[in-house]
């Protein structure tokens, strides 16, 4: 699937009337829950530093601009040298005992690049592989002459003994089978269950799609995850006391799953437009309860009524 872009044509905040409350390199902190939001590049090693006080991460979840739909769109080989600085940066951050996801396209009409350069560039760094998670889309890109394009890759690595909790699916178990001899009596598998639902393998099939008449959908973005996405890896892969990193904040998802899972959000983007936004969302879903904006504009929002979050600016 076509990731989302890295463009400021279609998001200058100037354009659609959003001034940016951080000015490049500047980091804003919530006082209630500890979040920090700033504008400012993945790459740049002394930004990620400062961003996350050179405090170690237990999860993070990259979801970088994919090279299928980048304007202007760089080479492989360009794209993979721009990847492996902010994974760099990441690594740096993470704990001894951490995980790291990272969503990646593949383009099938470009020899599906460029995830297998991305996966072959990762074989370098000191991480076990654990799973490559597809997610699929309920719409999809195609045409009558190829397959329907309908999927996004996920991919999950591990540093050291990192925390794994099960999860389950909404989806209830309706088939009996896989037997198997328990304390010497034969059970089958329902019997067995710790849920009435079926665990997620890798290939989700349960999550929606974000699409405009979801609450959670922001409109002036593109290509954004589902929140239910998020939450699953942050409940999977962090406990209450862990702080989450997403430098590429986007719409604002990984802050909000954190936000609603208790757990510690640092994040950041380049674009100011997704900055504002990302720290509106919160704003926005402490005062209505609201995961987004579905059809209104969220240009338009301004928080109502005394807001108990507070900034902290750290210049670049």
Same mark, same amino acid.
């Given at each position: 699937?076509?990731?989302?872009?890295?463009?400021?044509?279609?998001?200058?905040?100037?354009?659609?009337?959003?001034?940016?409350?951080?000015?490049p390199?500047?980091v804003?902190?919530?006082?209630?829950?500890?979040?920090?939001?700033?504008?400012?590049?993945?790459?740049?090693?002394d930004?990620?530093?400062?961003?996350?006080?050179d405090?170690?991460?237990?999860?993070?979840v990259?979801?970088?601009?994919?090279?299928v739909?980048?304007?202007p769109?760089?080479?492989?080989?360009?794209?993979?040298?721009?990847?492996?600085?902010w994974?760099?940066?990441?690594?740096?951050?993470?704990?001894?005992?951490?995980?790291?996801?990272?969503?990646?396209?593949?383009d =099938?009409?470009?020899?599906?690049?460029?995830?297998? /350069?991305?996966?072959?560039?990762?074989? *370098?760094f000191?991480? $076990?592989?654990? @799973?490559?998670i597809?997610?699929?889309?309920?719409?999809?890109?195609?045409?009558?002459?190829?397959?329907?394009?309908?999927?996004?890759?996920?991919?999950?690595?591990?540093?050291?003994?990192?925390?794994?909790?099960?999860?389950?699916?909404?989806i209830?178990?309706?088939?009996?089978?896989?037997?198997k001899?328990?304390?010497?009596?034969?059970?089958?598998?329902l019997?067995?269950?710790?849920?009435?639902?079926?665990?997620?393998?890798?290939v989700?099939?349960?999550i929606?799609?974000?699409?405009?008449?979801? =609450?959670?959908n922001?409109?002036?973005?593109?290509? /954004?995850?589902?929140?239910?996405?998020? *939450?699953?890896?942050? $409940?999977?892969? @962090?406990?209450?006391?862990?702080?989450?990193?997403?430098?590429?904040?986007h719409?604002?998802?990984?802050?909000?799953?954190?936000?609603?899972?208790?757990?510690?959000?640092?994040?950041?983007?380049?674009?100011?437009?997704?900055?504002?936004?990302?720290?509106?969302?919160?704003?926005?879903?402490?005062?209505?309860?609201?995961t987004?904006?579905?059809?209104?504009?969220?240009?338009?929002?301004?928080?109502?009524?005394?807001?108990?979050?507070?900034?902290?600016?750290?210049?670049?």
């Open positions: 699937m076509p990731g989302r872009t890295h463009s400021t044509a279609d998001r200058a905040p100037a354009e659609k009337g959003i001034p940016c409350r951080l000015q390199g500047e804003w902190q919530d006082e209630q829950s500890g979040h920090r939001v700033g504008l400012g590049d993945a790459t740049d090693f930004f990620v530093s400062r961003l996350t006080e405090k170690p991460i237990t999860l993070a990259q979801d970088p601009p994919y090279n739909a980048m304007f769109r760089k080479s492989v080989e360009q794209y993979i040298a721009w990847c492996r600085n994974v760099e940066n990441t690594l740096h951050v993470l704990a001894e005992n951490s995980s790291l996801y990272i969503w990646m396209g593949a =099938q009409k470009r020899h599906f690049q460029p995830l297998p /350069q991305f996966m072959i560039m990762m074989a *370098e000191d991480l $076990q592989s654990r @799973s490559l597809t997610m699929r889309n309920q719409r999809g890109y195609g045409t009558s002459s190829n397959w329907m394009a309908v999927r996004q890759e996920l991919m999950y690595y591990t540093r050291g003994k990192a925390p794994f909790a099960v999860q389950y699916t909404d209830p178990k309706i088939l009996r089978g896989y037997y001899t328990v304390g010497g009596r034969r059970t089958e598998n019997e067995r269950s710790h849920s009435n639902c079926i665990r997620p393998g890798n989700w099939v349960d929606q799609q974000v699409f405009y008449r979801m =609450q959670e922001i409109q002036t973005l593109r290509a /954004q995850k589902p929140l239910k996405a998020i *939450e699953r890896v942050v $409940q999977a892969s @962090s406990r209450g006391s862990d702080t989450v990193l997403d430098l590429f904040a719409a604002g998802t990984t802050l909000l799953a954190c936000e609603r899972l208790g757990r510690r959000c640092i994040t950041a983007d380049i674009e100011p437009m997704c900055v504002e936004l990302t720290i509106r969302r919160l704003e926005h879903y402490r005062e209505t309860g609201h987004g904006w579905q059809q209104d504009d969220p240009l338009q929002y301004q928080p109502i009524g005394n807001n108990t979050l507070t900034e902290t600016l750290t210049q670049g």
